[in-house]
């Protein structure tokens, strides 16, 4: 069973595969590899060696490494890997998967239609409807849940197609969030921007995003850049 096995000496002739194209627009880029190969790791990176839909080996640690065949196995991470079938790879060559866990920055965020909020004014309380807009950042928390369960394997996947896919969750998980903090700190809805810090505590906890967890992504920084308060009620996610 192949493994990624630690370089002591770093001088070697042999192929070095290294990705050259992880930035704030790729989440992660596949190559194809052999037997004495070696995998270079950089910062904010992390390495899926797989073959036919089987998850063999990961590596979070920068640095350089062979793709090996050992005699001697660690039957435990191999029985737990073995559990992580990823999706559309059952014929798919011996490769490494180098997938972006740096933050995500800058991605932008839209309520079309109005959402209920919980509004606290001069100590009453009542419901109001409101539009607002922003940014938000995120990162790949689980790349095993995340590569395994929901996405499957390409040759490369971008932010964009995974801003697109997980859009309706971080509106849920915001909406859920805004009307938490309102609650907790009974605010009036001119106050909310102001409280953007707070409720970026809240989405880092976890608390609202089960279906974002299911992708392996979590929200690691939020921000209400628009607010408007308006008349009528919301309809749906657009």
Not at 18 to 29: M, V
Not at 33 to 51: A, P
Not at 83 to 98: D, Y
Not at 218 to 223: E, H, K, R
Request: aromatic content about 10%; hydrophobic content about 35%.
């Amino acid at each position: 069973m192949m493994k990624l096995v630690f370089m002591q000496e770093e001088n070697s002739d042999n192929k070095v595969i290294e990705s050259k194209h992880l930035g704030n627009d790729t989440i992660f880029k596949k190559y194809t590899v052999q037997e004495g190969d070696i995998i270079r790791i950089k910062e904010n990176e992390i390495v899926l060696l797989i073959k036919k839909g089987m998850l063999l080996d990961l590596k979070e640690d920068k640095g350089e490494y062979f793709v090996d065949n050992p005699i001697i196995i660690d039957k435990e991470t191999m029985q737990e890997l073995k559990n992580v079938v990823i999706r559309k790879s059952e014929n798919e060559k011996l490769c490494v998967l180098f997938i972006n866990v740096d933050i995500i920055k800058s991605n932008k965020y839209i309520f079309n239609d109005p959402i209920k909020y919980t509004n606290w004014k001069n100590g009453e309380l009542s419901e109001v409807y409101i539009k607002i807009e922003g940014l938000y950042d995120f990162k790949i928390e689980n790349p095993k849940k995340f590569i395994g369960q929901v996405i499957g394997l390409r040759s490369i996947y971008t932010k964009q197609e995974l801003v697109e896919r997980i859009r309706k969750y971080v509106l849920s998980s915001i909406e859920e969030g805004i009307n938490q903090v309102s609650k907790e700190y009974k605010l009036d809805v001119k106050d909310l921007p102001e409280y953007s810090k707070k409720l970026e505590i809240e989405l880092k906890q976890n608390k609202y995003d089960e279906k974002l967890s299911e992708y392996g992504v979590m929200i690691t920084y939020f921000d209400i850049t628009k607010l408007e308060v308006a008349n009528k009620k919301r309809k749906f996610f657009k």
